[in-house]
């Protein structure tokens, strides 16, 4: 039987692909992850890992490890779910979707969860390929993502579309020209929504994002205007993100003549039935776009 001390340091180290914040995550220290590992690999016969410097690959044998772990993690969450009862109004909801849709969604969440004091909501911000394989690895249960999921073992539905919107500093123009001159502010999701905006906007001089100089990154949903406001370059970001930003005065948004709408789609796992009390989730979630 394999060691569930070991597999769960193993688990870890491959989610950070880092030993340190493998040890940090586990309150370990770094020999110590590193002996799991070896004993691992001696019970099974086999290396698990490459190593190369500081950083590794998993060899065939880790990477069928790997996707152990995977399933024995949804079936522990499966016998939890079964053993405590399919409940409409008990019970974890593990949602993700991008910062944000998470700035305009948690308030009405957490009203949920007021309504309905066994329910915990769980949220997640992140982009869209992160939301995806959260979903995929049973991190997260449903998830909201902005592209369409072309994957067989995913489902998916339209709930409605976000505006993009091009922000550049107050008193600024939106020429092709002072675009470039302004340079691109860049977030998680910022090139895929400036691709978006530019190709059917500026199509006679878009050529890529590598025709654009970036000029700053913030991973931070609510200063990517930050930046934008002092002049420092111009962004794309979804209307809903709007209102993270507490100097709008110091920033225009253009009237586009081709306006971008991004589709938003719900997506969960296609073969797993998910617990009744995602029902309440979902209701809310649909509401929210058809509002």
């Not at 691992?40 to 590794?56: A, T, V």
């Not at 913030?218 to 111009?234: A, C, E």
Request: aromatic share 8%.
């Amino acid at each position: 039987m394999i060691n569930p001390i070991f597999l769960r340091t193993f688990m870890r180290l491959v989610e950070t692909n880092h030993f340190t914040q493998a040890a940090i995550q586990l309150n370990m220290t770094q020999p110590g992850v590193s002996q799991h590992i070896k004993k691992l690999e001696q019970q099974l016969g086999y290396p698990l890992l490459n190593r190369h410097g500081k950083r590794f690959e998993l060899t065939e044998a880790g990477g069928r490890l790997y996707d152990y772990g995977v399933r024995q993690i949804e079936a522990e969450v499966e016998l939890r779910e079964s053993i405590a009862g399919d409940q409409q109004c008990q019970g974890e909801c593990r949602l993700a979707c991008s910062g944000s849709m998470a700035m305009q969604l948690y308030p009405e969440l957490l009203g949920l969860q007021q309504q309905y004091p066994g329910l915990t909501i769980s949220l997640e911000a992140a982009p869209n390929t992160a939301i995806v394989e959260r979903i995929k690895t049973n991190k997260t249960d449903i998830g909201l993502v902005t592209q369409p999921v072309n994957d067989a073992e995913l489902s998916q539905t339209q709930l409605g579309q976000d505006r993009l919107c091009l922000a550049v500093p107050a008193g600024s123009g939106f020429s092709w020209q002072n675009l470039v001159s302004l340079g691109f502010i860049n977030h998680p999701d910022g090139h895929h929504y400036a691709i978006q905006v530019l190709e059917a906007n500026f199509a006679d001089d878009f050529r890529g994002m590598a025709s654009v100089a970036q000029s700053g990154y913030i991973n931070q949903l609510s200063q990517i205007l930050l930046p934008v406001s002092l002049g420092l370059g111009f962004t794309v970001i979804p209307r809903s993100s709007l209102a993270a930003f507490s100097q709008p005065d110091r920033i225009r948004i253009a009237e586009m003549d081709k306006p971008v709408d991004e589709p938003v789609f719900l997506v969960s796992k296609k073969h797993r039935t998910l617990p009744s009390r995602y029902q309440l989730v979902t209701e809310l979630l649909a509401k929210q776009w058809r509002d």
